[in-house]
């Protein structure tokens, strides 16, 4: 109750977190995410970034004004005065090649940002499946708690009608006190989860509101998925895309490297003045001599050609890490899905059945407390691994969402 007072104490010291909505569903939160999320909106400032880059890509340096007088001190003005405008230029194909280059990378940048989204948005469902678990965990603890005082209360009755000892009394108040322990747990269990899906929506910390409603629940909905769905994609996502666009931009670069022994070119015009009355207007075309035995021509063309090998290597390296994640995602699912439905389709309602009848042989005479403790344990754990089954069943089915292109969780109705 403290945690719950000290919260609203917090959201009333935060006006703007007005901004939140008092119901929080998945959609909304996917919303929020992939509209505020840091991340997503570092990477789009890094696209401004490289097209900034690109502009500079052309090779074209800023023209150089001089200005020049001679013979000065020779008995006139002066002999020979002149203004002299400079600009220089690269070779066409450095140019072409470095914005090559630069498009790849923005291409590459591109395909980061899709794998961003997808991968926020898959945080986000994993951080609300925690919240929906732990929200059913206390359900569960508070159903304990329910159940152990109406259970107290049959135990007193039957000490007060001479069936039994006080020893069940007490049993039944140990019991009582560590279930509220438990359910004070899973409260703390909850507040945390929370804490996290809004890191993982990157929700502003003054929005961050302790009477936010999730209304979602955790269902099982049957999903088949052939392995081979999965695996068909591969080629096909955000992650390979950019490895394979950086392996071509690293190819444009050593090509760069190379066309940097090309001669850069350098325009000079120039008016000018040889003494009164004599006005000219005069230009000079010059070009660099690069010189390839230089030690800076063959450090460049051996740094790009290692950097293209270093990009190869990772493209190798991110097709065996992609095709790993996937198959671990579809065994996952396959084992969570085959465990879900054992619970859901016999274990609870059996449980639940052997539960209400030892209740009633209890207040019979015919059942034990000792037994009738145990099967309530029983139940509420089965309970509990359904829902931990449920959990791991949903998370598997977030995992294989971006290798199969398509939702297949909290889908809209």
């Known amino acids: 109750m403290l945690v719950w007072l000290l919260g609203l104490g917090l959201l009333l010291g935060h006006p703007g977190a007005s901004i939140t909505p008092d119901t929080l569903d998945i959609q909304a939160a996917l919303k929020l995410a992939l509209t505020h999320h840091p991340q997503l909106l570092a990477l789009r400032a890094q696209q401004e970034a490289l097209r900034g880059r690109k502009l500079q890509a052309y090779g074209i340096e800023n023209p150089q004004l001089y200005f020049l007088r001679e013979g000065i001190g ?49 945080g986000v469902k994993q951080a609300y499946t925690e919240v929906l678990y732990a929200q059913e965990l206390v359900h569960l603890r508070e159903e304990e708690v329910a159940l152990l005082e109406q259970l107290q209360k ?12 006080d020893l069940e009394v007490v049993r039944t108040e140990i019991q009582l006190a560590d279930a509220r322990s438990r359910l004070e747990a899973a409260q703390r269990d909850l507040l945390q989860t929370r804490y996290a899906l809004f890191r993982a929506i990157g929700l502003d910390p003054k929005a961050q509101r302790y009477d936010i409603v999730f209304p979602d629940t ?12 999965v695996l068909a994609r591969l080629n096909q996502l955000p992650e390979l895309h950019r490895q394979q666009v950086q392996v071509q931009a690293a190819r ?6 190379r066309a940097s022994l090309l001669p850069q070119l350098q325009v000079d015009i120039y008016p000018q003045n040889y003494g009164d009355g004599y006005r000219f207007v005069g230009f000079q075309i010059g070009f660099s001599l690069p010189l390839a035995f230089l030690p800076g ?67 019979l005479g015919e059942v034990s407390l000792i037994e009738l403790l145990d099967a309530q344990r029983l139940v ?14 949903y998370r598997q089915l977030i995992a294989l969402e971006p290798f199969l292109g398509r939702e297949l969780t909290f889908l809209k109705e």
Do not use: C, N
């Open 74 to 122: 020779s008995g006139q003005s002066f002999a020979e005065q002149r203004w002299i405008l400079v600009q220089r230029f690269d070779f066409p194909l450095v140019t072409y090649y470095r914005l090559q280059a630069r498009h790849l990378e923005f291409q590459a940048l591109e395909a980061e940002l899709e794998a961003m989204t997808i991968r926020i948005r898959a």
């Open 218 to 229: 955790l269902v099982y909905v049957p999903v088949v998925i052939p392995q081979e769905e």
């Open 297 to 363: 021509y063959r450090g460049r063309v051996r740094e790009a050609r290692a950097l293209y090998e270093v990009r190869r290597w990772e493209l190798a390296d991110l097709q065996l890490q992609l095709k790993q994640q996937a198959e671990q995602a579809w065994h996952g699912y396959e084992t969570a899905r085959i465990i879900v439905e054992r619970y859901a389709r016999q274990v609870r309602e059996r449980s639940h059945e052997l539960l209400v009848r030892l209740q009633q042989g209890y207040r």
């Open 380 to 393: 509420l754990e089965s309970e509990q691994r359904y829902y931990e089954a449920l959990r791991d069943y």
């Open 154 to 165: 049959a135990a007193r009755a039957r000490m007060a009608a001479g069936l039994a000892t």
């Open 252 to 257: 444009a670069a050593i090509r760069q490297a």
